[in-house]
Every structure is written in structure tokens, then in C-alpha cells.
């Protein structure tokens, strides 16, 4: 069963918890408005997939960078992080690249921050916070390490008004189904990340909706009858690994 398939059932199975699209399929609106509501409609969550293979784009970028009178000579297929660290300056290759991969989820803030306000004014819901779900079905360039960096990156971004871009977004919620996490030799688990937007939120705010998104990640890991862990490693010192390795062509 796909990625939204599957989360699309998990939302029917709760009881407090509604989809949008089946509340409004008789009705006519000039706006696109978010997925679904949890919480007696508290939260407001738009749904955002990354399924499509970035590999394309990413040979493009490494091409471009490969122009570079200091690029290394390679041939044949291998793993970015390998064609990385041939490079005299590999943090500014992997700069570059980052820099691409975030446009796409640029493009997924902005189009969920639209659709989150829209919701809030459709149904006249003033108080509630708006979230947006990542499902990274099979989009293995974006790591959670990438992906929860780009998202960060992102909450802070600002307007020419010197507002933040994305306030509507109080929180990103990010499953993995292209990665996977070992944490002994028979105990695996899909990464699941929750990143609160403090720009946009108190502290008070942000503590009531980490209990909240926290049930809700709780609820998703039985429906899905896997263990629900945590740890107290460091993300950034934790190891993901992809289901399929991003390679790059280079013949």
C-alpha cells in the first residue's frame, strides 16, 4: 500500500480525526484548502509527498560542479557522498546540491502555508495550528537528515516585510518510508521526526503541541503494529540508512 494510502487509513481509524476532502466533496470552493483535521479539529494538517527520484536533478547539479577546474577525474556509478569527498572543498559541493534538493521543499512550505490559511478561514478556525506532514515515500536523496534541515532552514526564512514566510506552519512532521533506522540487530524502525516552528510559537504553545503530534506519532507506530521508540542520541549523530543508495551516473 502507497505512503498516503496508508496514512489515509490511519486518519479514518481515529476517532477525533476528519478528511477534508470528504467533508467538502459536495460543496464548490475557489480555494485549495489542507487535508486533514486531528484533534477535534485543533490541528490542521496539509500533506505533502515526496515520491519522484531526484537522480536527474542531482547528475545535472554534480555535472555542473564537475566543470570545476579542481573536480577529481571519476567514471562509472558511485554513491554522492563518495563523489563528495574527492573534492578539495566537499562542504561547498554539498552546499550546492543541498541548495537544490531545498527548492523542492520550498515549493511544498508554500504551497501548504497557503492552503493551511485557507482552511482556518473556510471553517472559521482562528485558534487552531496548522501543521504540514512530509511522506517521503521513496525520495532516498533526502535524508532525514537533509530533509529536517532544509525544513528548519525554511521556518526561519522571512519576507520583505520581514515577517516569517511560513507562519502558518507551526510544525513539520517527517515520515521516512525511504529510510530506516537500526537500533539492534532485530530492531528497525522508520524514522519519524516532529520540528517545531519556536519563531512563530511560545514555549507554552509549543509544549501543548508536543503532546499532541507525540500521541498522534504513538497512535501512527501501532496502526502501523511497529515499535514506537525514542532515543537520547543526538540526530545529528545518528545513522539513517536509505532502502536504495543514491548513486550518480558518471560516464
Same mark, same amino acid.
Given at each position: 500500500m502507497k505512503a498516503e494510502d496508508l496514512f489515509v487509513q490511519f486518519v479514518k481509524s481515529l476517532k477525533d480525526a476528519e478528511i477534508i476532502d470528504e467533508l467538502i466533496s459536495s460543496k464548490k470552493i475557489n480555494t485549495k484548502i489542507a487535508d486533514y483535521f486531528f484533534d477535534s479539529r485543533e490541528i490542521i494538517? *496539509?500533506?505533502?509527498?515526496?515520491?519522484?527520484?531526484?537522480?536527474?536533478?542531482? /547528475?545535472? /547539479?554534480?555535472?555542473?560542479?564537475?566543470k570545476d577546474k579542481n573536480a577529481p577525474i571519476l567514471l562509472g556509478k558511485m554513491p554522492f557522498d563518495k563523489i563528495v569527498e574527492k573534492f578539495p572543498n566537499p562542504e561547498v559541493v554539498r552546499q550546492q546540491v543541498f541548495q537544490r534538493l531545498t527548492k523542492t521543499i520550498d515549493g511544498s512550505f508554500s504551497k501548504a502555508n497557503k492552503q493551511i490559511l485557507s482552511t482556518k478561514k473556510y471553517y472559521n478556525l482562528n485558534n487552531s495550528k496548522g501543521i504540514l506532514l512530509i511522506l517521503n515515500e521513496a525520495?532516498?536523496?533526502? @535524508?532525514?537528515?537533509?530533509? @529536517?534541515? $532544509?525544513?528548519? @532552514?525554511?521556518? $526561519?526564512?522571512?519576507? /520583505?516585510?520581514?515577517?516569517?514566510?511560513?507562519? *502558518?506552519?507551526? $510544525?513539520?512532521?517527517?515520515?521516512?518510508?525511504?529510510?530506516?533506522i537500526k537500533f539492534s540487530e532485530n530492531n528497525t524502525s522508520y524514522p519519524s521526526t516532529i520540528l517545531f516552528n519556536n519563531f512563530v510559537m511560545n514555549d507554552d504553545e509549543i509544549k501543548q503541541m508536543n503532546i499532541q503530534l507525540g500521541m498522534l506519532e504513538q497512535k501512527y507506530a501501532r496502526f502501523l503494529e511497529i515499535p514506537y521508540m525514542t532515543t537520547s542520541r543526538k540526530f545529528e549523530e545518528m545513522n539513517f540508512t536509505p532502502h536504495q543508495m543514491p548513486t550518480i551516473d558518471l560516464s
Amino acid at each position: 500500500m502507497k505512503a498516503e494510502d496508508l496514512f489515509v487509513q490511519f486518519v479514518k481509524s481515529l476517532k477525533d480525526a476528519e478528511i477534508i476532502d470528504e467533508l467538502i466533496s459536495s460543496k464548490k470552493i475557489n480555494t485549495k484548502i489542507a487535508d486533514y483535521f486531528f484533534d477535534s479539529r485543533e490541528i490542521i494538517c *496539509e500533506q505533502k509527498i515526496l515520491k519522484s527520484d531526484m537522480t536527474n536533478k542531482m /547528475e545535472d /547539479e554534480i555535472n555542473k560542479v564537475m566543470k570545476d577546474k579542481n573536480a577529481p577525474i571519476l567514471l562509472g556509478k558511485m554513491p554522492f557522498d563518495k563523489i563528495v569527498e574527492k573534492f578539495p572543498n566537499p562542504e561547498v559541493v554539498r552546499q550546492q546540491v543541498f541548495q537544490r534538493l531545498t527548492k523542492t521543499i520550498d515549493g511544498s512550505f508554500s504551497k501548504a502555508n497557503k492552503q493551511i490559511l485557507s482552511t482556518k478561514k473556510y471553517y472559521n478556525l482562528n485558534n487552531s495550528k496548522g501543521i504540514l506532514l512530509i511522506l517521503n515515500e521513496a525520495s532516498y536523496w533526502f @535524508s532525514p537528515h537533509i530533509i @529536517s534541515y $532544509a525544513c528548519s @532552514s525554511l521556518m $526561519a526564512k522571512k519576507n /520583505e516585510r520581514n515577517s516569517y514566510r511560513y507562519s *502558518e506552519i507551526k $510544525a513539520v512532521w517527517i515520515l521516512q518510508y525511504s529510510h530506516f533506522i537500526k537500533f539492534s540487530e532485530n530492531n528497525t524502525s522508520y524514522p519519524s521526526t516532529i520540528l517545531f516552528n519556536n519563531f512563530v510559537m511560545n514555549d507554552d504553545e509549543i509544549k501543548q503541541m508536543n503532546i499532541q503530534l507525540g500521541m498522534l506519532e504513538q497512535k501512527y507506530a501501532r496502526f502501523l503494529e511497529i515499535p514506537y521508540m525514542t532515543t537520547s542520541r543526538k540526530f545529528e549523530e545518528m545513522n539513517f540508512t536509505p532502502h536504495q543508495m543514491p548513486t550518480i551516473d558518471l560516464s
